[in-house]
């Protein structure tokens, strides 16, 4: 789904494994710590695979991560200690309405018109980036729906936006994780298998199945009717991002 509607793939393995986990014995006190947490893991393999092939293009301003890797590396790591912090059914309810948020940003697309402007300053481009890097790990996805855009009004280049987004979703996905083990490594209540908040059997399935599946879905996507399956699919998110909220 995710190659054949280019949209991320936390937004579908996290209420996936919000309904899986609990018949490997989770409890709902860290289910979804533990789903976020694992799908954030799993990124970290696809975004080197995505950033690798924008650095073959050309399309990542590698310059831009001196003002802005910090912040990325520092609002990453925090995540898991701030996702530690609050509890199942906040942290439940902020991911359903980030779903159904982004499930109406599939249907009517947020377009940020960039002009040639000179970029922010360094502190100013720290800042957002931390704030970003820590939304995005906390809510289990790489961050290029929150990226692009800002870049994008920042002034620069669509292209240079969404290969700069594909690096830092690595760094994001990585820092993000550990964040998450740290934060979970003496939670007591998690069953054999988990490395922190991190589920280690799920994350293998994730990773084989998705470098698989994704490639299916990018040649579907040229024969299929992608608008029409993608309005589909938001409504269906929708209708799961309501009952996460309700549940």
Not at 72 to 78: F, P, Q, V, W, Y
Request: charged share 5%; glycine share 10%.
């Amino acid at each position: 789904m995710a190659g054949l509607l280019g949209i991320g793939g936390g937004i579908i393995a996290v209420p996936v494994l919000l309904y899986l986990l609990p018949s490997a014995g989770f409890e709902l006190g860290v289910l979804p710590h533990v789903a976020i947490a694992t799908s954030l893991s799993a990124i970290i393999l696809t975004s080197c695979s995505s950033a690798f092939a924008h650095h073959r293009r050309g399309n990542i301003p590698w310059p831009l991560f001196k003002p802005m890797l910090p912040g990325l590396i520092i609002g990453a790591s925090c995540s898991g200690f701030i996702s530690h912090a609050i509890s199942a059914d906040t942290l439940q309810q902020t991911f359903a309405i980030f779903v159904i948020l982004m499930a109406v940003q599939m249907v009517f697309p947020l377009r940020v018109a960039g002009e040639e402007k000179p970029m922010p300053a360094a502190s100013t481009l720290f800042i957002a980036s931390a704030a970003i890097a820590s939304f995005a790990a906390l809510m289990g996805i790489g961050g290029g729906i929150l990226l692009v855009p800002f870049l994008s009004w920042c002034g620069l280049q669509m292209r240079n936006a969404i290969g700069f987004s594909a690096a830092s979703g690595v760094f994001i996905a990585l820092f993000g994780s550990v964040g998450y083990v740290l934060a979970g490594w003496n939670v007591t209540d998690l069953p054999p298998g988990t490395l922190g908040y991190v589920y280690l059997p799920a994350l293998l399935g994730i990773i084989i199945t998705s470098v698989t599946m994704a490639p299916v879905g990018v040649r579907a996507a040229t024969h299929w009717p992608t608008p029409i399956l993608k309005k589909i699919f938001a409504v269906l998110l929708i209708f799961t991002g309501i009952k996460l909220a309700l549940a």
